[in-house]
Nanobody, 125 residues
């Protein structure tokens, strides 16, 4: 069984930076596709970024490209989301997700088997 625990959310001002962490427990990590999604009140869960464990490739939503960076530490079974130049529209609950599926659309929530509990990020203007 895979469990994910996020941390690092908080209240920041526009232009600030924040790093989210997601610790993964379970027998496998390196082969998992790891993703970050976010959900603002009254809105659907939105894709932010995904990272392939096999080749390290990353896929970003256009809204965060150039500002957010995903990375992973296989030894620590941890994936990070570095968020720079934050904007008020980045305010949401951020979720870490993991997928053991080898094919499919990594930008859709249904691709992921496992989810964290979420961490709140609030960006004030």
């Amino acid at each position: 069984q895979v469990q994910l625990v996020e941390s690092g959310g908080g209240l920041v001002q526009a232009g600030d930076s924040l790093t989210l962490s997601c610790v993964v427990s379970g027998p496998v990590f390196r082969s998992l596709i790891m993703g970050w999604f976010r959900q603002a009140p009254g809105q659907e869960r939105e894709f932010v970024v995904a990272n392939s464990g096999s080749d390290g490739s990353a896929y970003y939503a256009e809204s965060v490209k150039g500002r957010f960076t995903i990375s992973r530490n296989n030894a620590k079974k941890t994936v990070y989301l570095q968020m720079n130049n934050l904007r008020p529209e980045d305010t949401a609950v951020y979720y870490c997700a993991a997928s053991s599926r080898s094919s499919g659309n990594v930008a859709t929530p249904s691709h992921y088997n496992y989810w964290g509990q979420g961490t709140q990020v609030t960006v004030s203007s």
